[in-house]
């Protein structure tokens, strides 16, 4: 009885030793050691699966990692994005950092004013249709994930955080309704320097927390309501584009959560700098979407 009582104590222990408090999971850095695991989820493209080795809850919030570069350079592996997706996978969170479709790189237009506006739309949808792949190849393999699928947070940067905002925004538009989003939802959106497509898209219907950083003086990707690259209206890649101050204002007027950080005199710089600011990105998941409290600011910036 003694001997049996000794090992149901030590196994309690252990359990609260390899799965700590539940108070400051998502906020706090509960766990030491995270394990990465690369899988190819469609013809070559990867992404990079990232854990705490010692977590042993069954379904865990998912955030989703698309780095930029323009749609024609950039990788899943960065340092930068190492380095993110392994402190959130500290606080407890699952990460997928997503490879996608480069579909610019080596194009002599580039994804400038001389890429055509048609071009840039189908660019932007494709690396969707990517994000959609490999989220379906997770959901299909869950046993092995457990991840929670209720709690799916797109974050991206740059061109990645353009592929994020439409993909989240985008779902009922003429433009995005033939993309594969089966029983897929999502949670919520962190966006850097991103920017959308169509602004009356972002409905109460689909509405979710998202966070925005943006510098006000972006050139590339607006931060109000302007051109992608403020292309003269005669150029091909004249495209009006919805950038975080315009998503950030329609969600104060649909009452839902969002977080606008802005930078008086940030440029496209902005885009990479929230990498670094993981304890404020966990700080308003586990606000607005993990507790579903109602948050609605606007925040200068320092870098």
């Known amino acids: 009885m003694l001997l049996r009582f000794l090992l ?10 390899c799965n700590p408090s539940q108070e400051n999971r998502y906020i706090e850095p509960i766990f030491e050691k995270v394990q990465q695991q690369t899988y190819t989820y469609a013809d070559t493209l990867k992404l990079d699966f990232y854990d705490a080795k010692e977590d042993l809850l069954d379904k865990r919030p998912l955030l989703v990692v698309v780095h930029g570069g323009g749609f024609s350079v950039g990788q899943r592996d960065n340092p930068t994005e190492v ?23 080596g194009k002599a237009t580039g994804f400038g004013c001389d890429c055509p506006a048609e071009d840039k739309i189908e660019t932007i949808k ?19 994930f457990k991840i929670d ?30 993309l594969n989003y089966g029983d897929l ?24 927390p998202s966070m925005f950083f943006h510098g006000m003086k972006d050139r590339l990707v607006p931060y109000d309501v302007a051109a992608h690259h403020y292309c003269d209206k005669d150029a091909p890649g004249y495209l009006m584009l919805y950038g975080s101050k315009a998503m950030a204002d329609k969600l104060k007027e649909l009452k839902v959560s969002y977080n ?30 993990i507790k579903q409290q109602l948050t609605q600011i606007n925040r200068t910036l320092k870098k």
């Open 8 to 17: 149901l104590s030590w196994t309690f222990l252990l359990l609260i030793s």
């Open 83 to 105: 380095k993110f997706s392994e402190a959130m996978a500290k606080k407890g969170y699952t990460v997928a950092s997503v490879s996608y479709r480069l579909t610019r790189k």
């Open 126 to 144: 494709m690396s969707g249709e990517d994000i959609l792949k490999a989220l379906h190849f997770l959901k299909k393999r869950n046993d092995v």
């Open 149 to 178: 699928f209720n709690r799916v947070i797109l974050i991206g940067s740059s061109a990645g955080a353009e592929a994020v905002v439409n993909l989240a925004y985008m779902r009922d538009s003429d433009l995005y309704n033939d």
């Open 185 to 208: 939802e999502f949670a919520g959106v962190v966006s850097f320097a991103g920017a959308l497509l169509e602004l009356g898209s972002l409905t109460k219907a689909n509405a979710k």
């Open 260 to 289: 606008l950080g802005m930078d008086p005199s940030g440029t496209h710089q902005w885009a990479g700098i929230p990498f670094s600011r993981t304890d404020s990105i966990a700080n308003f998941i586990n606000e607005a979407i």
